[in-house]
């Protein structure tokens, strides 16, 4: 069973950039392609960024592009969500997901199509 947990959200003014990790435990972490989602309250969770289980290719929301990248290293069992020129509109709780992948693609972009989540960490930014 995997086991999946964020850090590294936390409060920050607008302009400013925050980095978030996600660490898995159990399973290979090699063979699944990870996602970040984010919720912020009164809303449905929505896709950030998704990244292939090598990195090759990654998908990001069009309302992240250019701000935010996503990043993995396997050999330490973790991804990564680089934050930049954040927005108060990017205020959510952030949550990284998992699901076994081989083919390399990285349009799992709905809730449901992943099967492991971590806790979630709260990221505020401030006007």
């Known amino acids: 069973q995997v086991q999946l947990v964020e850090s590294g959200g936390g409060l920050v003014q607008a302009g400013g950039s925050l980095r978030l990790s996600c660490t898995a435990s159990?399973?290979?972490?090699?063979?699944?392609?990870m996602g970040w989602f984010r919720q912020a309250p009164g809303k449905e969770r929505e896709i950030v960024a998704v990244i292939s289980w090598s990195g090759g290719r990654i998908y990001y929301a069009d309302s992240v592009k250019g701000r935010f990248t996503i990043s993995r290293d396997n050999a330490k069992n973790t991804v990564y969500l680089q934050m930049n020129s954040l927005k108060p509109e990017d205020t959510a709780v952030y949550y990284c997901?998992?699901?076994?992948?081989?083919?390399?693609?990285?349009?799992?972009?709905?809730?449901?199509?992943?099967?492991?989540w971590g806790q979630g960490t709260q990221v505020t930014v401030s006007s």
């Open positions: 997901a998992a699901r076994v992948d081989y083919s390399g693609t990285v349009y799992y972009t709905t809730v449901n199509e992943y099967n492991y």
């Open positions: 159990g399973g290979t972490f090699s063979s699944y392609v």
